[in-house]
Structure formats: C-alpha cells, structure tokens
C-alpha cells in the first residue's frame, strides 16, 4: 500500500469513529477537508491533519469520554504517517 493510500485509510477510519460523535462533528469535517486536499497535494494534506490533531490534543481534556484509548491509537498512527509524508 502507497503512503498515500494508508494516509487516506487511516484518515477515513478516524472520520467515521469521529463521526458517531455530535461533539467531534467540526474537528471530523475538518479532517475530511484535510483528506480531500490531501488527494491533490498530500504534504498540504498531512500538514493540515497535524495541526488539526495538535490543536484536537490541547482540547481533549474537555472531552475524556471520547479519548477512548483506539481512538488515541488511530490519532497516534495518522500522526505518525503525516510526519513521515512530512519527513518530520
């Protein structure tokens, strides 16, 4: 599988976990956005995902009931794509 396609798999996978949750609708469309233009430029892509989850990780703590420890994991490993596509 290509950086490319694990990126959007991975970025997919935590949209829909996101997306059963009305709290985390805005941050999941965010990150939505993040994949589209990630098709056409992926480092714009990832680079938009890493701010995206940064900024997701100094707000978490208002909302601990969400931060299950998969969805921890998922954020943990599309981090970890996005700033090897960044060669962070």
Same mark, same amino acid.
């Given at each position: 599988? &290509? @950086?490319?396609?694990e990126?959007?798999? @991975? %970025?997919?996978?935590? @949209?829909a976990q %996101?997306?059963? &949750?009305?709290?985390?609708?805005?941050?999941? /469309? =965010? %990150?939505? $956005?993040? +994949?589209?233009r990630?098709?056409?430029?992926? &480092? $714009? +892509? /990832? /680079? !938009?995902?890493?701010? %995206?989850?940064e !900024?997701? +990780?100094?707000? =978490? =703590?208002?909302?601990?009931?969400?931060?299950?420890?998969?969805?921890?994991?998922?954020?943990?490993?599309?981090?970890? #794509?996005? !700033? =090897? #596509?960044?060669? !962070?």
């Open positions: 599988m &290509s @950086v490319s396609s990126f959007q798999r @991975v %970025l997919a996978d935590l @949209v %996101l997306g059963h &949750s009305e709290a985390e609708a805005t941050f999941a /469309a =965010a %990150l939505a $956005d993040a +994949g589209t990630g098709r056409k430029d992926l &480092s $714009d +892509g /990832a /680079a !938009r995902v890493v701010g %995206l989850l !900024r997701r +990780g100094a707000a =978490a =703590a208002a909302n601990l009931e969400l931060d299950s420890d998969e969805l921890q994991e998922r954020m943990r490993h599309l981090r970890a #794509i996005c !700033r =090897a #596509i960044l060669g !962070r």
